[in-house]
């Protein structure tokens, strides 16, 4: 009922003033849909527990915004490998990114296959993993950082203050970093296939960028007798 009601007022702004329309279409955050429409739920898992639990039913005449054009059902649909290619993207090139990332997936599947044939003991075998995407959410979260400096100025004298930082915040260190040693790379080796050698070292605890959040934390533990400067 709130929701027919808050409709009904905004259609009576419309239908009175003009002008009035530009203080609703702010009030929604410039979007096309009333706030009171409900987000669309495009995920299997999410839709059977909604189902499940019974919620689903409760939704089921609620207005709902229409899908984006990167949101779909399939099993490949995987939020933070598209966001990783965001990530990856330079001047708007989203084709160039995406295929960027596909290879980089590929060049893991041939290096982690060739391994895999060429063990000889059946459980080293057996723990191989072979599935470029489980290899990048592995990688991703091996490379989160839990703390980082912040500089810090008291007296005069700059002070570089070891904090803790959000989880949205490690996710975007991780992935930066993982980008950056990429890049650092000899003229002769393709940028996807050292993106596949570096996802392949972080997801084995291992390599550049699992070495600098290691320095990091160092480096905050040297740094832990100004912490209380975070709060003066």
């Not at 702004?13 to 096309?32: A, E, R, Y």
């Not at 990167?70 to 995987?78: A, E, I, K, V």
């Not at 980089?104 to 296959?113: D, G, S, V």
């Not at 391994?115 to 075998?125: L, M, R, S």
Request: proline share 5%.
């Amino acid at each position: 009922m709130a929701a027919i009601k808050l409709f009904s007022n905004n259609l009576k702004i419309i239908k009175g003033s003009v002008p009035t329309l530009s203080l609703i279409i702010q009030k929604n955050g410039m979007s096309q849909y009333p706030s009171y429409y409900i987000q669309p739920v495009y995920k299997k898992e999410v839709q059977e527990e909604l189902a499940k639990t019974g919620e689903a039913q409760k939704l089921t005449h609620m207005p709902t915004r229409a899908a984006l054009n990167n949101q779909t059902c399939s099993h490949t649909q995987d939020d933070l490998v598209n966001l990783f290619t965001n990530y990856v993207m330079k001047d708007g090139l989203k084709p160039l990114a995406r295929g960027l990332i596909e290879q980089a997936f590929e060049n893991i599947k041939r290096i982690q296959l060739e391994k895999y044939h060429k063990c000889q003991d059946p459980e080293i075998k057996a723990q191989i993993e072979l599935d470029p995407r489980a290899i990048f959410h592995k990688a991703v979260e091996n490379c989160k950082p839990i703390m980082n400096l912040t500089p810090i100025k008291r007296g005069g004298v700059r002070y570089q203050v070891p904090v803790p930082i959000t989880p949205k915040r490690s996710q975007f260190m991780s992935m930066k970093w993982l980008i950056a040693a990429s890049k650092e790379k000899d003229k002769n080796v393709r940028f996807h296939y050292q993106l596949a050698l570096e996802l392949i070292d972080a997801a084995n605890n291992k390599g550049r960028v699992v070495k600098r959040k290691q320095d990091l934390h160092k480096q905050c533990e040297a740094n832990r007798a100004y912490a209380h400067y975070r709060w003066s």
